[in-house]
């Protein structure tokens, strides 16, 4: 039972003294596969960084920083979170927008390119998988857009609501809901590009998703925050953001409808 | 070389959100989150009392080689994480699993985001919570009762329910509180395979969570309050209600 013990405390100092340069990054779930590729070029470009990466809700991480949570950096995907926290005290940089989020219309087993917000009412169509608006970012801009298309009504029964919005499009990808209203991040990934098409909900039927992160008070110190928080600046790191169909704030934003 | 365990900051700022004394009451909301969270737990402890019985009693009077590795199928959800028997579902009961091509062909349309959805799900998951307690209870009343009942002729049917039913009583009992709680106190499962709709897969303990990712930490205390009640007196009713050992031996 000692040996176990000191085993354990062996490893734990082992651990704690190997990592020099760490970094855990919290991201808005929006940010799976961008992040996953941002951080796949941060890491060859800094070999022997440790960066860890946490996905999930906006609302869920902005509620663990303010109880403590040691995350470094908190990507979020509505730049209220990390500015509520900053005027708490709690982060070592303002709230810097990084990118304009995007809703669209996908489904798996339908031609969503072809759909607009009224084909929701199709009868056909009996299942539509939205994040939940009570606190999270794209499931907010998802009931602002169906309200200013005058649909909520006809369309609530049918929405079936995900935790986060990869959830919302695991709901629509698993064809348990027959479309969804996801990320356009999310869908232009290749894993869900592949299996059917989007349609990019226009712009002016909600207010903007602009995200924006913040370094956390815990990581005031920590060199390799800092310097994950340049990388995002960096002209590669802005390629891949566009790449994944996001719009960057100081870049004209063009509606590539179709 | 002693540790100290960094001492509690003595000024742990007390919740923004702390309770309102004034206004303790439940929203509707939650309120139907919780009658939904007891109509799912008490439709899944009535399908397991007449799923889980025969298993039990099988388990319990068997030999066969089979005992094993039906106890421990049996058992699997006692240690399964929620988040493998959830995916498991999910993708079961979609449109193009098993199960919901199933459901699609009898014309009840796909399970998940639905009621029974849940109750499908929830019997799974708390299987050995039924099975177990009643297969312990049958295994205690042994062979000579129903030996007994044989002499008198009783087939094996009228034997079970005149003699071994009344006989395994407080496990009934104890299977179905078990049951009926531990349906209740389920989440993962749930999140999974729910999709968070009022009145028919947002039960209480997803309400909870959707209150404290909300920030809404005043009601999430409230209704986090009568669960933690809830649980804590129906687990004192079956701990200090025990049949008087000294009786009946």
Known sequence: ?????????????????????????????????????????????????????????????????????????????????PQQLVTAGLAASEAKPYAYGRIVLWSSNMDASRMTLESL??????????????????????????????????????????????????????GNAQVGIIALSLAVNPELASKGGYWLIPEKLHHPLEQAYIITKRAENNALARRFADFMDSKPARTVMIKYGFALPGEASEDKTQ | MVLRCPAKHPKTRRNEHALNERDMLLSDSDLLALWLSFRLAGTVTLVLLLLGTPIAWWLARTRGWWKGPIGAVVALPLVLPPSVLGFYLLVAMGPNGPIGRLTQTLG?????????????????????????????????????????????????????????????LPGFLTASILTFTHTVGEFGVVLMIGGNLAGITRVASVQIYDHVEALEYTQAHRLAAVMLIFSFLVLLAVYAWRPNPKKGT
């Open chain 2, 108 to 168: 009840l349309g796909l399970l998940p985001f639905t009621f029974w959805g849940l109750v499908a799900a929830s019997v799974f998951y708390s299987l050995p919570f039924m099975v177990q307690p009643l297969q312990t209870a049958f295994e205690a009343i042994g062979d000579r009762p129903l030996e007994v009942a044989a002499t008198l002729r009783a087939s094996p049917i009228d034997a079970f329910f005149t003699v071994a039913v009344p006989l395994a």
């Open chain 1, 1 to 81: 039972m000692k040996g176990i013990f000191l085993v354990l405390c062996c490893l734990w100092l082992a651990e704690s003294a190997a990592q020099a340069e760490k970094v855990t990054i919290a991201a808005a779930a929006d940010l799976k596969f961008a992040m996953d590729e941002l951080v796949s070029d941060f890491k060859n470009a800094n070999p022997g960084a440790q960066v860890d990466v946490v996905y999930g809700s906006s609302g869920n991480f902005f509620g663990q920083i303010r109880q403590g949570a040691p995350y470094d950096l908190f990507f979020s995907a509505d730049i209220m979170y």
């Open chain 1, 121 to 174: 009412t199709d009868p056909k169509i009996t299942r539509i998988a939205i994040a939940n608006p009570q606190h999270a970012p794209y499931g907010k801009r998802a009931q602002e857009a169906l309200q200013a298309a005058g649909l909520w009504d006809k369309i609530q029964p049918k929405l079936v609501y995900g935790e986060n919005i990869a959830q919302t499009a695991q709901f629509a990808e698993s």
